[in-house]
C-alpha cells in the first residue's frame, strides 16, 4: 500500500492523518513522513484498512484503542545525547 492509499483508508475511518498517528500512539512525523516512502508498513496498512472498514460496517472502534493503554512512541534520536556527549 503506499500513502495516498493509506491517507484514503484513514479518511474513510473520519480520521485526518494526525489523528490516526495519535490514535495508534505514533509520532505524527513518523506517519507523515511515509508520503515519501514507495510503500507503508503492513502493519499500518492493515489497521488503515481495518479501520475504514469498520467505519463502513458502522462499528464504533475508538473506545478500542482506549482500552489498550498504549504506549506513546518515542521520536528516535531524542533523548539519546546526555550532557556528557557535548
Known sequence: ?????????????GLN????????KA???SITNLATKES???HLAIIATLLGEM????VEY?????????????ARGKGSFTKDDD
Open 1 to 13: 500500500m503506499n500513502y495516498t492509499e493509506l491517507k484514503r483508508n484513514v479518511g474513510k475511518a
Open 17 to 24: 492523518m494526525r489523528e490516526f498517528a495519535e490514535l495508534i
Open 27 to 29: 509520532n505524527t512525523n
Open 40 to 42: 507503508v508498513p503492513k
Open 55 to 58: 467505519v463502513d460496517k458502522g
Open 62 to 74: 475508538k473506545h478500542l484503542f482506549e482500552k489498550m493503554d498504549l504506549e506513546p512512541q518515542r
